[in-house]
């Protein structure tokens, strides 16, 4: 509290003011309201006439705040602004008995915060800028709630840059005060401006900031803030289940409104994720609370996202609604948007927008074209300044209506234009868990996409679009790596206790599983810090398109095939393309080739476990090549593939071992998950950097890693207590071949966290993210770690798919179980041919030719001839 000649007894009431402030302050409002009652009732018992002027000053600015104070929980629990109104006059009848100006502005404030809690956001910024005029507001407390309000305000109507300018304001003021609640109010709205303006690393940063300001806030603000910024950079799952804490907390905080606002987030998150049932619930108990709240824009966006789910989920159906049905919704938006007119917009969302764009749609779907143009006719060009998903449902649903009417042209440039959105934002974000997550926010796009090509029935068509939204996510978001010592830290004491726990014996169950479970907490607190990192990467990585791959395949001197495959409506089809033309190929169901590749998995995970009796992996073994051949005969006999193939696809097709595809056999075969361009950088012409290393348990790590080392005139080979991570990271950073014989897994629930295991304990594929590599190829001779997960909007995550984000030219990687003993017989092998011909497909599938077993690995690389230049 700043200092002023306070005497007793008025040094106590003020004491006993600050403590029922704070519980306002902490949302414990029926504590609170018994604290200001109780002060008033011992306040009023005083008669200022028989009072010294000082005394009475001091009595009028003990009433004055206590009457003001008290409005907030009568608000906050009754929800009339009429009775919290009543106080403020009261307030200010005893201000004029004793004219003060800064209580005057004070009662100023305080009507201001009560019409903004109404919805009423145009007089709160009346009250507010009226006030910061007047002469009265002087103390730092009083104007660091006067700011973080009247930034509330411009927030609510739109105007973020004010708002930020006013938080940045509050928290000079609040940092003078040295009050760690303003503190932290200040700073979490400075997160929430920075993210309004697309800031959303800036945003965490400041949110997480705002944590340790005031660590035991728990009334759901926090989470409710970072778990927007989550929904917008595309991480539903950790938003949704974040909200979901938000909700419960302010719900026991009385927090009417913020609690409608953290179930319709939610309700966003949960129609990201597909579960539309439980989004329109979520969303109309949303719509209930900000109409008992007089939040009427709020209402009717709550509304539109009922209709929107609906929408969302016909789309995914495969039964067509009814053209009645369709035009009912459609009437239904239009009507949501003349209520969202005259409400007015809100957090930067203009509801009449929203139902609109919902709407038509609705009428697309009808087929009522002129119906969805009209409707379209009334939005303002571009959407500017409305949130990213707003803008891209903008171009998705123009995109739509123009395709509808065989304007394929204008349906491409909306197309064009969206994805060139979401590359922009996923330019802003450092990790490549964030870059992957940004996906999410382009799924109708592509989706629009991609249907629209399968209707002209050209294969060329198809390819391009596959690819338009492929590569808008493709590549790192930043190319240097973040300096975050804390991080470095954690992560070093993540591996400690996992090499603790690795180290303990069968007895020792209970205390591995608790060693693990905190590494694993260590592990997302990593994972959420690298989100609060920017991106300095550039440029979005072009697309490649059928004209411009041909062109490349005419030039080769090899026969290729390129196979493009795609999964809709529960067939798997594949575009092929090779110098001679491109052509459409139905597989079949989709469902059958995933219960394949399925099969696969658990035979090749039977057959290389040596502690299973013989007669069964011999079982195993035989189903194994049964499940192969059939999968060869499913995926690859349509194609005529004979000479080089290389295969683009998503999960489960990236899990098929497809060089050990008895169709195969000696030939060069290469994996993506786009069709990627090479890096441009010079090959080595002089003696290359190699590096093996041997991680423990590897029952023939050892010999393998000298053996590949012999390979390769001076190379350098880890093994024992040398092989460790800080010596394996630099050599990924700085060697052009590397070979790591160790032990590896995929994590499917926390990607990033895919380790390989060295002597001092796992690497991380998180501790790569932002390191550059030098066009390497590195060959994992290890269990399962090319293994990836598919996100929200098909992007993959996996050690994998970083090494290739990061510049790595070729990964070779088992996708399954791999014996010790035949990755030790097969790796020299590879790195002889490897040596001779520096090409990475060619030198894979010479080691594997003459193997009797088949072999799982893959190797994951771009296509030949294809630059970024």
């Not at 209520?339 to 709407?359: E, F, Q």
Request: proline share 4%; charged share 25%; glycine share 8%.
């Amino acid at each position: 509290m700043e200092a002023t000649d306070r005497r007793e007894p008025w040094a106590g009431l003020f004491e006993r003011l600050e403590v029922a402030r704070d519980l306002h302050a902490r949302a414990k409002w029926s504590a609170a309201e018994s604290d200001f009652r109780v002060l008033l009732a011992d306040l009023q018992e005083h008669d200022p006439a028989q009072l010294d002027p000082l005394g009475r000053a001091q009595w009028a600015e003990l009433m004055v705040r206590s009457f003001l104070g008290l409005s907030n929980p009568v608000h906050a629990l009754a929800g009339s602004l009429g009775d919290a109104l009543a106080l403020c006059d009261r307030a200010a009848a005893v201000e004029r008995r004793v004219p003060d100006p800064s209580m005057a502005s004070l009662v100023l404030v305080q009507r201001g915060v009560l019409h903004s809690r109404a919805g009423q956001p145009r007089q709160a910024l009346s009250n507010f800028t009226q006030a910061l005029r007047g002469p009265g507001l002087a103390a730092h407390r009083d104007l660091a709630t006067t700011l973080l309000n009247r930034g509330a305000v411009y927030s609510e109507l739109g105007d973020f840059a004010e708002a930020l300018s006013d938080y940045r304001a509050a928290h000079e003021h609040a940092a003078a005060l040295g009050h760690a609640q303003y503190i932290a109010f200040a700073l979490h709205n400075i997160g929430y401006a920075r993210y309004t303006l697309g800031n959303l690393p800036g945003a965490l940063e400041s949110m997480e900031r705002a944590v340790d300001a005031a660590p035991d806030q728990d009334d759901g603000i926090p989470e409710l803030g970072r778990a927007e910024v989550l929904f917008e950079s595309g991480l539903l799952e950790d938003a949704e289940q974040l909200l979901a804490i938000a909700a419960e907390r302010l719900s026991r905080a009385a927090l009417r409104l913020e609690h409608a606002e953290a179930e319709w987030f939610r309700a966003r998150a949960l129609m990201g994720l597909r579960r539309f049932d439980d989004a329109r619930t979520q969303a109309a108990q949303a719509r209930r609370r900000f109409e008992r709240g007089g939040q009427r824009s709020m209402a009717a966006l709550a509304q539109v996202l009922e209709l929107d789910s609906l929408l969302s989920e016909t789309l995914l159906s495969t039964e067509t609604p009814s053209r009645a049905v369709a035009r009912r919704r459609a009437r239904e938006g239009r009507s949501v948007s003349a209520v969202g007119d005259a409400a007015g917009p809100t957090l930067g969302y203009h509801p009449g927008h929203a139902a609109r764009l919902v709407a038509a749609r609705w009428s697309v779907l009808a087929g009522d074209l002129d119906e969805a143009r009209d409707t379209l006719a009334a939005l303002p060009r571009g959407m500017a300044g409305a949130p990213l998903t707003m803008r891209v449902q903008h171009y998705t649903v123009q995109a739509e209506l123009a395709f509808a009417t065989d304007d394929r042209a204008k349906g491409l440039r909306a197309v064009r234009a969206g994805l060139g959105l979401l590359a922009d934002h996923r330019s802003r974000l450092g990790s490549v868990e964030s870059v992957t997550a940004a996906a999410a926010h382009g799924v109708d796009l592509t989706r629009v996409d991609v249907e629209a090509a399968v209707r002209t029935g050209r294969p060329a068509a198809l390819f391009d679009a596959l690819e338009r939204g492929r590569a808008t996510f493709a590549g790192t978001g930043r190319v240097t790596p973040p300096d975050d010592p804390e991080a470095a830290a954690l992560l070093t004491e993540a591996r400690g206790l996992l090499v603790r726990a690795r180290e303990l014996g069968a007895a020792d169950a209970k205390e591995r599983e608790r060693l693990t479970r905190r590494a694993s907490r260590i592990q997302d607190e990593v994972r959420e810090r690298s989100w609060r990192h920017a991106g300095n990467a550039g440029a979005v990585q072009r697309p490649v398109t059928v004209r411009e791959l041909r062109g490349v395949l005419a030039q080769s001197r090899r026969d290729v095939v390129v196979a493009n495959f795609v999964a809709m409506d529960g067939v798997l089809r594949c575009v092929r393309v090779d110098a001679d033309g491109v052509t459409t190929v139905d597989i079949g169901s989709a469902d059958d080739v995933i219960e394949h590749v399925r099969r696969l998995n658990a035979d090749f995970t039977m057959a290389a476990n040596d502690l299973i009796p013989a007669p069964l992996r011999a079982a195993a073994a035989a189903s194994l090549a049964r499940n192969l051949k059939a999968l060869d005969a499913v995926l690859l006999a349509p194609l005529h593939a004979d000479g080089d193939l290389y295969v683009v696809a998503r999960e489960p097709l990236l899990s098929v071992p497809w060089a050990a595809l008895p169709s195969r056999g000696g030939l060069r075969t290469s994996v993506n998950s786009y069709v990627a361009r090479g890096r441009t950088h010079a090959r080595p012409t002089g003696q290359r950097r190699l590096l093996a290393a041997a991680g423990p348990g590897v029952r023939h790590g050892t010999d393998e890693a000298h053996a590949v080392g012999r390979q390769w005139p001076g190379a350098t080979v880890l093994t024992g207590k040398d092989a460790v991570t800080e010596e394996v990271r630099t050599a990924l950073a700085t060697h052009d071949v590397v070979h790591l014989a160790t032990h590896g897994r995929h994590d499917a629930d926390n990607p990033l966290f895919a380790r390989i295991e060295l002597a001092d304990g796992p690497l991380f594929a998180h501790e790569l993210d932002g390191t550059p590599l030098p066009g390497s190829v590195v060959v994992l001779s290890s269990c399962e770690v090319g293994g990836s997960s598919q996100v929200l909007g098909g992007e993959l995550l996996g050690l994998t798919s970083v090494l290739l984000r990061l510049g790595a030219r070729a990964v070779i990687a088992s996708v399954a179980k791999l014996s010790d003993e035949l990755a030790a017989r097969v790796m020299p092998r590879l790195h002889a041919h490897l040596r001779e011909t520096d090409d990475p497909e060619a030198a894979l599938a010479a080691a594997l030719r003459d193997v009797a077993e088949p072999v799982p690995l893959v190797c994951f690389s771009s296509v030949e001839g294809l630059t970024a230049g």
